[in-house]
């Protein structure tokens, strides 16, 4: 089955820049979409197709994916962007989850 | 407005049966595919089972053969039965939906909590 790889924890300083990757095998050729989850909330799509925002996402998230790594870029860094995210893919018709990554704004 | 409503969670034993509903509205159920995806206790999201517009359906290995999605297109209302629950089952159960042409979950709901457990 196929399988996707998150870093555990990211770190940014507040105005910064986070990238958090997902890897996996020539994830590049698939569609890649990312959530975002607060304690005690439902995901939230932030981007969908690699790089596409969905109405009401800011634009300090961005998407990229080549290769065998798909990369979520939080620009200038909030407070609030603290939270859980997840990438996922389509394949062979089920849906596969990263293992998750943790951003702390400090 | 689209929202999605999951009810039926609560504590069972192993070896217990339990069905969770997800009641939608603001779209019609039956022309999206439409998933459960669970989380465990502090651990990731998992996807656990699909069905499409046309009615297939699909599994996640870990629930094959005791879970079974369904839906009622009269009350627009999708379920997961759930039997030979297991302690590993424990999780907050998330509807989802995804209109089909792209493969992720644009809508999700609130979830509900199951807990397996003797």
């Known amino acids: 089955s196929y399988e996707l790889t998150q870093p555990l924890s990211v770190s940014v300083a507040l105005g910064q820049t986070a990238r958090i990757t997902c890897g996996g095998n020539n994830i590049g050729s698939k569609n890649v979409h990312w959530y975002q989850q607060k304690p005690g909330q439902a995901p939230v799509l932030v981007i969908y197709r690699d790089s596409n925002r969905p109405s009401g996402i800011p634009e300090r998230f961005s998407g990229s994916n080549s290769g065998n790594t798909a990369t979520l870029t939080i620009s200038r860094a909030q407070a609030g962007d603290e939270a859980d995210y997840y990438c996922q893919v389509w394949d062979s018709s089920s849906y596969v989850f990263g293992t998750g990554t943790k951003v702390t704004v400090l | 407005e689209v929202q999605l409503v999951e009810s039926g969670g609560g504590l069972i034993q192993p070896g217990g049966s339990l069905r969770l509903s997800c009641a939608a509205s603001?779209?019609?159920?039956?022309?999206?595919?439409m998933s459960w995806v669970r989380q465990a206790p502090g651990k990731g999201l998992e996807w656990v089972s699909v069905i499409y517009s046309g009615g297939s359906t699909y599994y996640a290995d870990s629930v094959k053969g005791r879970f079974t999605i369904s839906r009622d297109n009269s009350k627009n209302t999708l379920y997961l039965q759930m039997n030979s629950l297991r302690a590993e089952d424990t999780a907050v159960y998330y509807c989802?939906?995804?209109?089909?042409?792209?493969?992720?979950?644009?809508?999700w709901g609130q979830g509900t909590l199951v807990t397996v457990s003797s």
């Open positions: 603001g779209f019609t159920v039956s022309s999206n595919y």
């Open positions: 989802a939906r995804d209109r089909g042409a792209v493969g992720n979950f644009d809508y």
